[in-house]
């Protein structure tokens, strides 16, 4: 991962991410539901890392203060389609 980023679990497939920054730290909700996991085809892969990573993936593309209170899964696969699936799955060898 290119940032020093924390992801906290909140339960029931949440998560806490923070994103630090210059100025003010930036915080995101995740929501990674079992079906959304599943339909990335990563069940496998434990899905704290697959929130780190998408957090990653996200601020690599826009500024993280513009970055939504509650970010799902399932929203970013259907925002970046195959770009973020197929570079997920570099991130995480499951290519």
Known sequence: MIMDISVEPLGDHEYLVTFPGSGDTVLSRFQATEATVDQLRLASVDEERIVAETAVFLAERQ??????????????????????????GRRLGTL
Not at 71 to 88: H, R
């Open 63 to 88: 500024t993280t203060a513009d970055l939504p209170p509650m970010i799902d899964l399932a929203d970013v696969a259907a925002a970046y389609g195959d770009d973020y699936l197929e570079e997920l």
